[in-house]
């Protein structure tokens, strides 16, 4: 789930009532992300607001939070409280302290206040909860459905009677996860989720290393994309095809030539540490540890045409999911203010 944009937590720090989705759609329709934007949006929800100019801007003392303050970069971030000689705001959803020198220096003496009453509300909001209510039960029911499909299949197929496979398909679904963060900051979604995991070994890690030329694979398939459809087709198979259990051993190794020259890149030339790249690296060695203990290398070889299947779903995978996420990419969703 893609984070409040601006729009949506400065309403929330207002007490407006609305709903995330219809708000944030509002925000992103926005052609350009500006403070007479703002303003107009404020107004569709009955929200009595004020841009305000400040040539000494040591009056921000005088305004009470919450307010938007623009910064001289033109990023806006939302004041939440002034106390003394303190300053906390929010920033990209993050909460962010300061002096409130330090803060002045950095503003560029623009300020939109807000005003909301009892009139103050999301157009239809009533409409729109029962819609965001239904949409979240949805979700839960999806993911009760693939716990049970999971069950299903785990049991009926005795990964439960191993522990190297019970293992396996705890293994496979991390690195899945990790991919599937991967791939949302890849289309510029930026989750709490995501950003947290990032910030493990080096705040913004991520995002450097995933602007390098050498995040994708030929210069056009992301890594992202690939490990998604490696974990996405080897837990699909390890449910699915225990005959396919060696083969997944044998694909398993052909992996990790690259875990190792992912983690000498990242520490030697490019400087910067991807937690969740390191992270799939790491799950790459966790399978291949349980695919050695669990004794599932024995028959791999000589290669049987279920090889040639499986790597043949695997580029299959890797190439739709390309495709899709190259027509998301030019959906027009994305904002165009990287602060929102």
């Not at 679904?173 to 963060?181: A, D, Q």
């Not at 992912?262 to 030339?269: A, C, E, G, L, V």
């Amino acid at each position: 789930m893609a984070a409040p944009t601006i729009f949506t937590r400065f309403l929330s720090a207002l007490g407006v009532p609305h709903t995330a989705a219809w708000s944030d759609s509002q925000f992103r329709g926005m052609t350009f992300k500006s403070l007479y934007g703002l303003s107009h949006l404020l107004n569709s929800y009955d929200v009595p607001n004020q841009g305000l100019r400040f040539k000494d801007k040591k009056e921000i003392t005088r305004l009470t939070p919450p307010f938007l303050a623009q910064t001289r970069g033109g990023i806006f971030v939302i004041v939440e409280k002034i106390d003394g000689e303190n300053l906390e705001y929010d920033s990209v959803g993050e909460m962010e302290k300061t002096t409130l020198q330090n803060f002045i220096d950095a503003w560029n003496g623009i300020a939109l206040l807000a005003f909301p009453d009892a009139k103050s509300a999301e157009p239809e909001y009533a409409a729109h909860r029962v819609s965001e209510l239904v949409n979240a039960a949805a979700g839960y029911v999806l993911i009760a459905a693939s716990a049970l499909i999971f069950a299903w299949f785990f049991v009926t197929r005795g990964l439960y009677a191993h522990v190297s496979t019970a293992l396996l398909a705890l293994f496979d679904c991390i690195g899945l996860y990790f991919s599937w963060l991967l791939l949302q900051k890849s289309l510029n979604i930026h989750t709490a989720a995501a950003d947290r995991v990032c910030g493990a070994l080096e705040r913004g890690g991520c995002d450097s290393i995933m602007q390098l030329k050498v995040s994708k694979l030929f210069g056009v398939f992301a890594w992202s994309e690939v490990g998604f459809g490696y974990f996405g087709v080897s837990l699909a198979a390890l449910l699915l095809f225990p005959s396919m259990w060696p083969c997944l051993a044998l694909c398993n190794v052909c992996c990790l030539p690259y875990t190792i020259w992912s983690i000498w890149y990242q520490k030697f030339r490019a400087k910067h540490w991807c937690t969740l790249c390191v992270g799939v690296q790491t799950t790459l060695w966790c399978l291949f540890f349980c695919y050695l203990c669990g004794g599932w290398f024995k028959s791999a070889l000589p290669l049987r045409p279920d090889f040639i299947i499986l790597l043949a779903t695997y580029l299959a995978a890797v190439l739709a999911l390309n495709r899709i996420l190259a027509i998301l990419k030019k959906l027009p969703c994305n904002e165009n203010n990287p602060q929102a």
